[in-house]
């Protein structure tokens, strides 16, 4: 085998190995699935009625990838029966947090 096909076998397997972003999400897609989940009025949504929810039609993997976000950010709780808005922007909420106690 020659020097060039190994250095173009070694690349190819660089880009496999490397992780796929196809859909990137936009900060207004972020923010539409936001308000979408925020707004629902149960208290969990499910991944097929959040896509129905959505004024725009969102890829499933851009989707998903908006959804990871905003679990790791602690905006939302992902469980068996769905997904649950659990960021409070309360300032009362804030206010209690920093004069609270610590034991």
């Given at each position: 085998?020659?020097?060039?096909?190994?250095?173009?076998?070694?690349?190819?397997?660089?880009?496999?190995?490397?992780?796929?972003?196809?859909?990137?999400?936009?900060?207004?897609?972020?923010?539409?699935?936001?308000?979408?989940?925020?707004?629902?009025?149960?208290?969990?949504?499910?991944?097929?009625?959040?896509?129905?929810?959505?004024?725009?039609?969102?890829?499933?993997?851009?989707?998903?990838?908006?959804?990871?976000?905003?679990?790791?950010?602690?905006?939302?709780?992902?469980?068996?029966?769905?997904?649950?808005?659990?960021?409070?922007?309360?300032?009362?909420?804030?206010?209690?947090?920093?004069e609270g106690t610590v034991?």
């Amino acid at each position: 085998m020659s020097k060039s096909v190994q250095v173009q076998k070694s690349s190819q397997d660089a880009r496999k190995a490397a992780p796929k972003f196809l859909h990137s999400p936009t900060l207004n897609t972020v923010m539409m699935v936001e308000d979408a989940i925020k707004g629902w009025y149960n208290s969990e949504i499910s991944i097929s009625q959040l896509k129905k929810v959505l004024p725009k039609q969102v890829n499933h993997t851009t989707l998903m990838s908006i959804l990871e976000y905003l679990e790791a950010s602690n905006k939302i709780a992902v469980g068996l029966r769905g997904i649950v808005w659990i960021q409070n922007d309360s300032p009362k909420m804030r206010k209690a947090i920093r004069e609270g106690t610590v034991m």
